[in-house]
């Protein structure tokens, strides 16, 4: 019983650090403008559009977070082996990895926005010194917490994956629920922040995104600072969500039989799917179609 | 031929000669694994094979937007396929791993396969499903957009109609039911898939690894699990990346036209699954000669 209920504390503590390094990841792949929505930071120069937004998408999220999560986790293993104390082998590795984190970015912006020299976008020197710190810091926090969690689920809690393939597995988990729930707040709702609310960006406005702020050009610190609010709040749920579930049902129902801990999952999946369904109802009783229903044909 | 006079649905052209040759190479990387390991090796490469499948088969069902879907122009979640796919996929490998560590080494060998591999198809469909939810919940009460399909005129599972909720200029925004359920299935069958090839390969390690290295089966165990677990992490992207090029880009589930091309996707992930599967398997058989 004492086993489970440790279980469960260190469950719940890696289900906040889960949350906390959704919310951070989200917020940082904004700032860089590494999701999805890149495309259109990309595309804006080639349509006449100049801009002062930061542009790091040489990966995709997952693999970008898998590599900076396992390298942060393989370095605070391999301190942890150095008989190094595991708060300050983890402080440790995530700051080496999160120095990779930099050295990606920075490369990734002055190459991705050197190849638009053509259409007249400049590199902005100042954006590179005031941005790729700021990313820095949002990095290091989602490395940080997910390297943490995985060192809570490999010691604590007995995992038999090694703390940098857990690193691995969890960096591309992060990176694949922050860029599915934060990518359309960042892309939809920032980048075309001068469109309907309430309606998706019409595809002839593509290339068209924001560019000027309340008081000057609009930067990517301006584009975080708004996305944090429901985008990172929501892939930090996400993400909580997904580590403390599955953490959840594994601590408590897999040492009673392992069938409950499958039947709980099948049970949490059919809530999720009652619960989107309902949302889906919502939306569309509340908000109403855009035309007229079409009337069926005699 | 050059590209420009290329048809244009050559992309979801079916090419039984293509196909022909890949089942042929399979069954030669199965004959080459059965004249080099013909038991446990042989037996890890045919789960391999069958991982490799559920998890090509899998990706396809999951509802995928990419950048279209990041600005609301097109249905389904705003990632790469690939990406998504994997990320679900790990989540179930997770879960699957730690069943196989809780379970008692008395239990039936079968019995033991049949509750790993739910353990991780649950883990995927659980990680699927948050994740699918949340996106619907973001884009309704974070943008104020309806979910609506671009490829149908009605849902096929709820009936509701699809056209009328789409905004003006866009192909659909958001995941109408059928793409969330079909996201489940894809994560369920990814995990599943790659729980198996790790359960697998684990066994194989767990049981030729001691009389390679002269250690005992308690020493060797973290090895044959890191192994085990990277190869799995591995295929999963070799086959989520393959299928994504059948995909070509984007897809909004099972009842998206591009889905019909799986049987395609398969073959390609039996092929590679089978060549990378009979690596895995080589590292612990001794060379004859």
Redesign the interface.
């Known amino acids: 019983m004492e086993h489970i209920v440790f279980g469960i504390g260190i469950t719940a503590l890696a289900g906040a650090l889960a949350t906390v390094a959704g919310s951070a990841e989200d917020t940082e792949s904004n700032i860089g403008s590494q ?6 930071v990309q595309l804006a120069p080639q349509m006449g559009f100049l801009h002062r937004i930061f542009n790091k998408a040489v990966a ?4 970008a977070y898998g590599l900076w999560c396992c390298l942060g986790a393989g370095l605070a293993w391999a301190f942890m082996a150095m008989q190094i104390n595991p708060v300050l082998a983890i402080v440790l590795g995530c700051v080496f990895a999160t120095f990779v984190q930099g050295v990606y970015a920075t490369t990734a912006y002055v190459g991705r926005t050197a190849s638009l020299a053509k259409f007249g976008q400049p590199v902005y020197v100042d954006i590179l010194k005031s941005m790729t710190t700021v990313t820095m810091a949002h990095a290091f926090i989602a490395i940080f917490c997910t390297v943490t969690l995985c060192h809570l689920i490999n010691t604590a809690l ?5 703390l940098p ?2 690193g ?3 960096g ?2 992060l ?3 922050g ?11 920032r ?2 922040q001068n469109q309907k ?10 290339g068209n995104i924001v560019r000027y702020a309340e008081a000057g050009e609009r930067n990517s610190i301006d584009n975080g600072w708004f996305t944090a609010k ?2 990172g709040s ?2 930090g ?2 993400f909580g ?2 580590v403390f ?2 953490l959840w049902r ?1 601590v408590v129902f ?2 009673i039989n ?2 409950y ?2 039947i709980v ?2 049970l ?2 059919l809530i ?2 009652v ?3 309902y ?2 109802v ?3 009783k509340t ?1 109403g ?6 009337e069926a044909e005699a | 031929m050059s590209a420009v006079a290329a048809k244009p649905a050559a992309g979801s052209a079916m090419n039984p000669g293509a196909m022909a040759v890949g089942i042929i190479l399979t069954l030669i990387l199965v004959g080459i694994c059965y004249v080099m390991s013909p038991g446990a090796g042989l037996m890890a490469l045919i789960g391999v094979v069958i991982g490799g499948i559920l998890i090509g088969f899998g990706t396809h069902f999951v509802p995928v937007g ?8 097109a249905p389904g ?4 396929v690939a ?2 796919a ?3 996929g ?2 179930g ?3 699957g ?7 008692p080494a008395t239990m039936d060998p079968m019995m033991q396969l049949l ?1 790993v591999v ?2 991780g198809g ?2 995927g ?3 699927m ?19 609506a399909s671009g490829k149908v005129a009605n849902d096929p599972i ?1 009936g ?2 699809q ?15 059928v793409s ?2 079909g996201g ?1 299935i894809g994560g369920t069958l990814g995990g599943a898939g790659g729980t198996l090839i790790y359960f697998e390969l684990l066994n194989l390690y767990e049981g030729a690894l001691p009389g390679i290295m002269n250690v005992t089966a308690a020493q060797v ?2 090895i044959a ?2 192994l085990a ?2 190869f799995a ?1 591995g295929l999963f992207l070799v086959n989520a990346v393959l299928t994504a090029y059948n995909i070509t880009g984007t897809i909004e589930g099972p009842h998206d036209p591009k889905f019909k091309r799986w049987p395609r996707s398969i073959v390609a992930s039996a092929v590679a699954s089978a060549l990378c599967g009979l690596c895995a398997v080589l590292i612990v058989v001794p060379l004859p000669f």
């Open positions: 999701g999805d929505p890149n495309s259109q995709g999220e997952p693999p007995g995992h038999p994956f090694p393939l857990l691995l597995i969890w591309i988990a990176g694949a629920a860029s599915a729930t934060g990518n359309p707040y960042y892309g939809k709702e980048q075309y609310f309430g309606a998706g960006v019409p595809i002839s406005a593509s429901i985008g929501a892939s749920i996400c969500l997904i579930l599955e594994t897999e040492a392992p069938w801990a499958i999952g099948v949490m999946i999720f799917t619960i989107d369904r949302i889906e919502w939306a569309r908000y179609p855009y035309t007229a229903p079409k | 990419g950048a279209p879907a990041a600005m609301g122009q979640i705003a990632t790469g990406m998504l994997t990320g679900a790990v989540a490998l997770f879960g791993a730690w069943a196989a560590e809780t379970l509750i739910c353990a649950v883990g469909g659980l990680m499903a948050i994740t699918c939810m949340m996106v619907n919940f973001l884009y309704v009460f974070g943008m104020g957009i309806p979910p709820t509701d109609s056209a009328e909720y789409k905004s003006q200029g866009t192909e659909g925004h958001g995941l109408p039911f969330f359920v489940v165990l973290p699990v890191s677990g990277m992490v």
